[in-house]
């Protein structure tokens, strides 16, 4: 992170933010930490302030001359300030980073608007909780950052835009804004429902059952404290491509509850370990944890739910020379115990678990 901060930034000149919610206020941090005059705008006041305080710009003054303009403000109203933006400052590439792309690119298109200026972006990164405070500088690093150009756009307005996806840490990825709104049909805002649906379940269940929960239902419904206003915009825009993904898993539901019916019936266990084994196939095509290009070997290691025992395990394993290449921490509230999920090198994986246990660390599962 340190030589990502440290590189002088690619992008020339000053950067206007419209938004400084979570995605605004996070690129204005980050692009700060690389010496980028940041100028922040918001239509809330509050929130403005709010960034500014936290260090991700500066308010807009009227002799201001952005050679890039980021919206970052709901979907819904994101054509409306791409045109506004494109006609307030003729001289700088406009983009966005809302979550879908045909709508506000269409909606542009149809009122006209010359937009050889503008780039569509989205960079796959957020969190479930937007605003200022939520901010982070890191929130983008290694993530992609999709860019929707046209043959018409400038190779300099392309330069611009990619330069600003590279400064902020990102995988910046090419393609039309039909392919995008497909692809994160997908992979972002079918999730986002399927999560929203399970955790729903949770709402009126006995509390025995909360207290069992474990890290595969907090995998799985993570992003379920999104906030519904963004979803909601998101979801009604991709209806179109977010329907045949959600028609494609209802029928794969129905035939499983088919099943699950009466599992005597000849076939229907081939069913449900279809069903399963289709699973294990799709989740070995991501990059990551689960998947292909697994780059890190996982420990588990038990704390005693004690002051000062993270700490502990972090020195010791300074002590004997294992860099923790990531972390999870899991502590169901009750227990006397938390887990220390532990990222490492496979190479030293043997090694860290052998040693942990002779200092008398217990590791849970290797
Ligand atoms: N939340 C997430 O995880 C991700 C969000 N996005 C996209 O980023 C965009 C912003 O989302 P967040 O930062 O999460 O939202 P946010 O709610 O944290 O911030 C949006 C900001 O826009 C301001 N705003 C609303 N209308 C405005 C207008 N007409 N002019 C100026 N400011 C206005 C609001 O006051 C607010 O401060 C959305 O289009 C969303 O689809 C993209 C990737 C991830
Ligand atoms: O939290 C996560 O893992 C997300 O996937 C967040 C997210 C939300 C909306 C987007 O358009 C992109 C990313």
Same mark, same amino acid.
């Given at each position: 992170m340190s030589d990502l901060s440290s590189a002088p930034a690619r992008v020339q000149g000053s950067v206007r933010i419209v938004g400084a919610g979570l995605l605004g206020a996070s690129i204005g941090l980050a692009l700060r930490a690389k010496g980028v005059d940041i100028i922040l705008d918001d239509?809330?006041?509050?929130?403005?302030?709010?960034?500014?305080?936290?260090?991700?710009?500066r308010a807009a003054e009227p002799t201001?001359?952005?050679?890039?303009?980021?919206?970052?403000?709901?979907? &819904?109203?994101?054509?409306?300030?791409?045109e506004a933006e494109l006609?307030?400052?003729?001289?700088a590439v406009v983009t966005d980073v809302a979550s879908v792309k045909l709508e506000p690119?269409?909606?542009?298109?149809?009122?006209? #608007? &010359?937009?050889?200026?503008?780039?569509?972006?989205?960079?796959?990164?957020?969190?479930?909780?937007?605003?200022?405070?939520?901010?982070?500088?890191?929130?983008?690093?290694?993530?992609?950052?999709?860019?929707?150009?046209?043959a018409e756009t400038p190779a300099w307005a392309l330069s611009q835009v990619e330069g600003l996806a590279l400064d902020l840490g990102t995988i910046?990825?090419?393609?039309?804004?039909?392919?995008?709104?497909?692809? #994160?049909?997908?992979?972002?805002?079918?999730?986002?429902? #399927?999560?929203s649906l399970l955790a729903a379940q949770l709402q009126d269940a006995e509390e025995g059952a909360i207290q069992l929960a474990g890290q595969g239902l907090r995998d799985t419904v993570r992003i379920a404290s999104s906030a519904p206003e963004l979803w909601v915009q998101i979801l009604s825009a991709n209806h179109a491509e977010v329907l045949p993904v959600l028609e494609q898993l209802s029928s794969d539901l129905?035939?499983?509850?088919?099943?699950?019916?009466?599992?005597?019936?000849?076939?229907?266990?081939?069913?449900?370990?279809?069903?399963?084994?289709?699973?294990?196939?799709?989740?070995?095509?991501?990059?990551?944890?689960?998947?292909?290009?697994?780059?890190?070997?996982?420990? #588990?290691?038990?704390?005693?739910?004690?002051?000062?025992?993270?700490?502990?395990?972090f020195t010791e394993l300074g002590e004997i020379g294992v860099n923790i290449e990531d972390l999870r921490l899991e502590h169901s509230p009750g227990a006397n115990i938390g887990l220390a999920e532990v990222q490492v090198l496979p190479e030293v994986k043997q090694r860290t678990v052998d040693d942990l246990e002779s200092r008398g660390w217990r590791i849970a599962e290797v």
């Open positions: 239509a809330s006041p509050s929130q403005l302030r709010l960034a500014i305080d936290y260090g991700a710009g201001d001359d952005p050679s890039v303009v980021v919206i970052c403000v709901p979907p &819904d109203v994101t054509a409306r300030v791409i006609a307030a400052f003729p001289r690119y269409r909606a542009l298109l149809e009122r006209g #608007v &010359d937009l050889t200026r503008y780039i569509g972006s989205h960079p796959l990164a957020g969190r479930e909780r937007g605003g200022a405070i939520s901010a982070r500088a890191d929130l983008f690093l290694g993530r992609p950052w999709v860019i929707c150009r046209d910046p990825m090419e393609m039309t804004p039909d392919e995008h709104d497909r692809f #994160v049909a997908l992979v972002s805002h079918t999730p986002q429902l #399927v999560a129905a035939s499983v509850i088919s099943a699950l019916r009466d599992p005597e019936v000849p076939g229907a266990r081939r069913t449900i370990a279809d069903a399963i084994a289709a699973g294990n196939t799709g989740v070995a095509r991501l990059p990551g944890k689960h998947g292909q290009n697994r780059r890190f070997a996982s420990i #588990v290691v038990l704390l005693d739910d004690r002051p000062g025992q993270l700490g502990a395990l």
